[in-house]
């Protein structure tokens, strides 16, 4: 059973920066993209930021040049580092990796992580 846990969110002035963590943990072979999501009150989930295998990067177009995703592969976890924080971020952020394991190849989500910004 592969479980993702995140880490890392909180409560920020508008400017400030936080840097969210997700380990995974279980039976993996190789992990694919590795990817962060977020959901605010009454809106849709949408990608954030989604690194390869390879290390290609793709944001969503308004946290280019704020957010930074990276992984390590050594520990199976990615991060994002989130600057300049606006309260239009406000939302819960989801990890998800493309997992390879003993059953083939899944979608895994992590439990979510709030991150609150203020103005």
């Known amino acids: 059973q592969v479980q993702l846990v995140e880490s890392g969110g909180g409560l920020v002035q508008a400017g400030g920066s936080l840097r969210l963590s997700c380990a995974a943990s279980?039976?993996?072979?190789?992990?694919?993209?590795m990817g962060w999501y977020r959901q605010a009150p009454g809106k849709q989930r949408e990608l954030v930021a989604v690194?390869?295998?390879?290390?290609?990067?793709n944001y969503l177009d308004s946290v280019k040049g704020r957010f930074t995703i990276s992984r390590d592969n050594a520990k199976n976890t990615v991060y994002v580092q989130m600057s300049s924080l606006k309260p239009e971020d406000t939302a819960v952020y989801y990890c998800?990796?493309?997992?390879?394991?003993?059953?083939?190849?899944?979608?895994?989500w992590g439990q979510g992580t709030q991150v609150t910004v203020s103005s």
């Open positions: 998800n990796m493309v997992i390879r394991g003993p059953l083939g190849v899944f979608g895994h």
């Open positions: 279980g039976i993996i072979f190789s992990i694919n993209s």
């Open positions: 690194i390869t295998s390879g290390g290609s990067t």
